[in-house]
């Protein structure tokens, strides 16, 4: 039993953290792992990229400071002997964002701005689709993912696009909202783009690739760890990116996202992303040097929006926020916080929990697959003290439900295709340009018996329109991450007045209706 004096030495140290606003000291007890991290671990994910398909991952586990876990599995490209290890360099997408979360919340601390100015303070030109509630945004706002806009909205837009960061900012106020500024959540991409352009306007001109790699990257040691997506294909040791959402498991192109950079272009490894845990662990410490204040790194974490406050049904959790790049639960009883990310071919996760001084990232490069989070919460079991139950089976049942239901859908379109039949307008009826108010123009033209569209900012994306039935045509992307869907068509008189199309929602969930010009 606790004595009193004890209870008031832990009362004591706790007001003078929050008092102080210091870093509250580790728990002098964290608790030790299960027996699944020394006699399980290989063998959990050696079966689990068998059954999910997965080339190979990388996995690194920061405990109490030290690395206690840092390797890879499997190989780099299917067919070639390479193996992953733990310097294989991955795009880690989506956790980008806490680079740029904690980029504003530093500059913040230099006393270059405030989180709670105006956007369009910084940045003339941005809008949003609400006149009214343009002046309402703020710096912090650009990065909570609650304009009122849908998840993914625009993306289709933006991925893989040749717009400049400038030109996907100012084609924000295209963004209709369907739910409430600063109520209703939606994981909004651009507002991260804009975040990272406040960088330079309020820094004199230094751009986020570089502020990151100056203030983080070369202070970290990250070595191998880049701002961008171009050159990934040249460097040594990479993991090639692989899907198979949509048939069997094959090669897809790279990704090039470095217009939309500072929402998730970064590649990086374990090893770096292992100093990168550190720092996050240490309250903004690396190597006993303060890198970035307690204050600043706590504020990456204040909660920005709330995502839920109900109980999970699979995983001991009960809220959900998101705060500057990172969300924030409850896990078994302590604060985890954790981003995924995606991008053609790859997941990642990246994920710590300070009070147990516990830092996991893993890289993945099949896009089709939950098991990158399954091992995760797997690692956090052992860690915690949750009962084991097998993460990676409970995901794996739905997720091949989800994908024999995808398959049938893509065999359907291929046995209308196959009926041949009789078009009801000659194809040079379909033909032409059309536009859309977000995308821009696409030209739709004749190549044998196929329709072949071209997209207008993504130049190397074409679709295959083949004839089905009705106003309908199967849409192949030339991508195959991009997917297989039906084109409709609307016609007026004799020929196509307009056609919807729509892609992998792994990219954007809502088609996109182009109207002839």
């Not at 990246?350 to 797997?378: H, K, M, W």
């Not at 139950?389 to 439900?401: C, G, I, V, Y």
């Not at 045509?473 to 007026?492: L, M």
Request: aromatic letters at 12%; a positive charge; proline letters at 5%.
């Amino acid at each position: 039993m606790p004595t009193l004096l004890s209870c008031l030495t832990t009362l004591s140290a706790l007001t003078l953290s929050l008092l102080t606003g210091a870093a509250p000291a580790a728990q002098a007890q964290s608790k030790a792992p299960s027996r699944f991290m020394t006699d399980s671990l290989d063998r959990y994910i050696e079966r689990g990229m068998r059954q999910w398909q997965i080339p190979g991952l990388a996995v690194v586990v920061v405990k109490n400071g030290q690395v206690v876990v840092s390797k890879g599995y499997g190989v780099r490209a299917v067919g070639r002997p390479e193996p992953v290890d733990a310097n294989t360099l991955f795009m880690i997408a989506s956790n980008t964002k806490l680079f740029t979360g904690t980029a504003l919340a530093k500059l913040e601390d230099d006393k270059k701005l405030s989180l709670n100015d105006r956007a369009d303070k910084y940045l003339p030109y941005f809008r949003l689709y609400d006149s009214l509630t343009t002046p309402l945004v703020t710096v912090r706002d650009l990065m909570g993912h609650h304009f009122g806009t849908k998840t993914f909205q625009g993306d289709f837009t933006f991925w893989d696009s040749d717009l400049s960061r400038e030109e996907v900012v100012k084609r924000m106020r295209l963004l209709k909202p369907n739910g409430q500024f600063r109520k209703d959540y939606g994981y909004c991409n651009a507002g991260f783009v804009a975040a990272g352009l406040v960088i330079p306007a309020a820094t004199g001109g230094t751009s986020w690739d570089d502020y990151v790699r100056q203030n983080f990257l070369q202070p970290l040691g990250m070595t191998n760890t880049y701002t961008g997506t171009t050159g990934y294909g040249q460097r040594p040791n990479i993991a090639l990116p692989y899907s198979n959402t949509f048939g069997p498991l094959a090669l897809m192109p790279f990704d090039n996202i470095d217009n939309i950079g500072p929402c998730g272009s970064m590649v990086s490894n374990v090893t770096d992303l292992a100093k990168w845990l550190r720092f996050q662990l240490d309250s903004g410490r690396y190597e006993g040097k303060q890198l970035l204040s307690w204050a600043a790194l706590r504020k990456t974490r204040d909660p920005n929006t709330l995502l839920s406050t109900r109980k999970s049904t699979l995983l001991p959790t009960h809220y959900m926020t998101y705060g500057l790049g990172v969300f924030s639960a409850d896990y078994a009883g302590s604060q985890v916080f954790w981003h995924t990310g995606g991008a053609t071919g790859h997941v990642s996760n990246v994920c710590f929990v300070p009070e147990e001084q516990l830092g996991i990232a893993i890289l993945t490069n099949n896009d089709n697959q939950s098991f990158f989070e399954a091992l995760r919460y797997q690692i956090l079991d052992s860690y915690l003290g949750v009962p084991y139950t097998n993460r990676s089976a409970a995901f794996l049942k739905d997720a091949k439900a989800g994908d024999k239901e995808t398959y049938a859908t893509v065999a359907k379109l291929q046995a209308r295709v196959e009926k041949k039949k009789k078009l009801p307008l000659a194809l040079e009826a379909y033909t032409g340009q059309f536009t859309h108010p977000l995308f821009g123009p696409i030209s739709i033209a004749k190549k044998g018996k196929q329709l072949v569209v071209s997209f207008s900012n993504h130049p190397n994306l074409t679709a295959t329109l083949d004839y089905m039935d009705g106003q309908e045509f199967r849409a192949t992307y030339s991508n195959p991450s991009y997917g297989i869907f039906p084109a409709v068509f609307k016609i007026e008189g004799q020929r196509a007045a307009s056609v919807e199309m729509r892609i992998n929602p792994f990219i954007e969930y809502d088609s996109y209706l182009f109207s002839r010009l």
